[in-house]
């Protein structure tokens, strides 16, 4: 079993940063790639970034690309999203996810997060 908990988002002027975590708790912490999606009122979710469990690798979502950036330390158990150059269409629930393999497909996690709300305002 894992446990995620998000914490972070919050309201930022356009332009400007936020950094999200994800803390987990469980044993299975280590091997699982970890990944952040994204939900928007009236929008499917989507798919942010991930990141192996090694963290030597990598993947964004074409929305994020140059933006955002995925990292994890698995001492401490935690996933971080570096959010910069924030725009309005960024607004949204960000949730952890964790999964088997590095994948962008929702259905490959099977533990996630209640969720971190990051509004971005114009």
């Known amino acids: 079993q894992v446990q995620l908990v998000e914490s972070g988002g919050g309201l930022v002027q356009a332009g400007g940063s936020l950094r999200l975590s994800c803390a987990a708790s469980?044993?299975?912490?280590?091997?699982?790639?970890m990944a952040w999606f994204r939900q928007a009122p009236g929008k499917e979710r989507e798919f942010v970034a991930a990141i192996a469990w090694s963290g030597t690798s990598t993947y964004n979502g074409d929305s994020v690309k140059g933006r955002f950036t995925i990292s994890r330390d698995n001492a401490k158990n935690t996933v971080y999203l570096q959010m910069n150059s924030l725009k309005p269409e960024d607004t949204a629930v960000y949730y952890c996810a964790a999964g088997r393999i590095l994948s962008r497909r929702t259905y490959e996690y099977d533990y996630w997060g209640q969720g971190t709300q990051v509004t971005v305002s114009s």
């Open positions: 469980g044993r299975t912490f280590i091997d699982r790639a």
